[in-house]
């Protein structure tokens, strides 16, 4: 396990287990929202997005033969999943993924914690009807999207080089933890 791809809903826990991950396995985290996101949550146009995505996973191959991709899009799923010995599917009931955006977007919000491309989240986007703007609305309309696609790559050939590692709950997930280098 040297290049991992991490898919799931927004909210299942893409980025906290990337990190544990990462170090465990000594090689980088690229992180794709922080290359998609720039200022005012502005887009990166697909094809610059693209080039930013190979020039990262080439540098982390370059310096630590590896890294650890949290993320969901499928501009670039060619490029990351496509190359991953890894798959991990972080596959939460909805209730629990919005029950843990809710929590990580209400704590961003109030303590105005920068993300990606130093933007914050703010409260009054979880009342936006638009889920342009609100996350949780966005979790919610896509949940079974993701479910669909993955399970499609799972059972087809899109993933059939790759281990697939397909968690279904914490309990899975907090048992997936131990089985990490340290």
Not at 16 to 35: K, N, Q, R, Y
Request: proline share 5%; hydrophobic share 40%; net charge positive.
């Amino acid at each position: 396990m040297r290049r991992v791809a991490i898919v799931g809903s927004s909210g299942a826990g893409k980025s906290t287990l990337a990190d544990e991950l990462a170090t465990g396995l000594c090689v980088p985290v690229v992180e794709l929202d922080a290359l998609m996101h720039g200022p005012d949550w502005t887009p990166t146009p697909t094809p610059e997005f693209r080039s930013k995505v190979a020039v990262a996973l080439t540098a982390a191959d370059e310096t630590s033969d590896g890294w650890v991709v949290p993320g969901n899009y499928r501009t670039v799923a060619d490029i990351t999943q496509r190359h991953a010995d890894t798959i991990v599917w972080l596959d939460l009931p909805r209730r629990v993924v919005m029950w843990r955006l809710l929590k990580r977007s209400v704590h961003r919000s109030i303590t105005r914690e920068a993300v990606w491309g130093g933007n914050r989240e703010r409260l009054r986007d979880l009342f936006s009807r638009s889920p342009e703007r609100n996350v949780l609305l966005w979790s919610w309309q896509h949940h079974d999207d993701y479910r669909m696609v993955y399970r499609t790559y799972a059972d087809g050939e899109f993933w059939a080089h790759a281990t697939v590692i397909h968690l279904r709950s914490s309990a899975d997930i907090d048992s997936f933890r131990g089985t990490l280098p340290r």
